[in-house]
């Protein structure tokens, strides 16, 4: 319930926000060359392996940065870092995803676009005095939309899924609701 909570409260805002920027969308939706971009928002971690069963969904911060270049209007192709972090009690757990991936508009005077990316995964735990990390195959799919709100800069919505296997037993993946700022 309350992971559901905090889901309607991120939609919310993300539309407020869309109607709050809806008349800067006059500027033209054009991307070319080198393009940046960073967000923050709310993930939910999920962990399945032999041995921890029973084990549900944890809510904390998430964010990601992502720069790149221009392919044409409708493809860009960049790298991608997406993280996940809890600190509690003493503990923290942080997992992350570098990847290439790519952003494909399929309109390109729209700013919506879906992204993937291939790369690596990693997860850290640490308690007390004593830490472990592993790495290991890495994927992201996702989905933003671009509001332009000035010539070259955008607010960015984003919805992604991360999923990644630091070892052969562990598999680990988060949903990641952020908004960032690009600037293309």
């Not at 008349?23 to 393009?35: L, N, S």
């Not at 928002?41 to 911060?61: A, D, E, N, T």
């Not at 998430?62 to 192709?77: D, E, I, Q, R």
């Not at 009690?89 to 993937?116: E, I, Q, V």
Request: charge should be positive; proline fraction near 3%.
């Amino acid at each position: 319930m309350r992971y559901t909570l905090r889901a309607l409260a991120v939609v919310v805002a993300l539309l407020l926000l869309g109607v709050s920027v809806a008349p800067a969308q006059q500027h033209a939706q054009t991307r070319k060359g080198f393009w940046i971009g960073f967000g923050a928002g709310y993930g939910s971690y999920g962990v399945s392996c032999s041995g921890c069963s029973g084990l549900g969904r944890q809510g904390s911060f998430s964010g990601y940065l992502k720069m790149g270049g221009t392919l044409s209007p409708h493809l860009l192709l960049g790298g991608e870092t997406n993280g996940w972090t809890k600190s509690e009690n003493g503990a923290s757990l942080t997992a992350g995803n570098a990847s290439l991936s790519a952003y494909y508009y399929p309109k390109p005077a729209s700013g919506l676009f879906l992204s993937g990316g291939l790369g690596v995964s990693t997860v850290s735990a640490s308690t007390g005095g004593a830490s472990n990390s592993e790495t290991g195959a890495g994927l992201k799919l996702g989905a933003g939309y671009d509001l332009r709100v000035g010539g070259n800069t955008s607010i960015t919505p984003v919805f992604n899924w991360v999923w990644g296997k630091p070892q052969s037993d562990y598999k680990h993946n988060f949903f990641q609701f952020a908004v960032g700022v690009t600037f293309h």
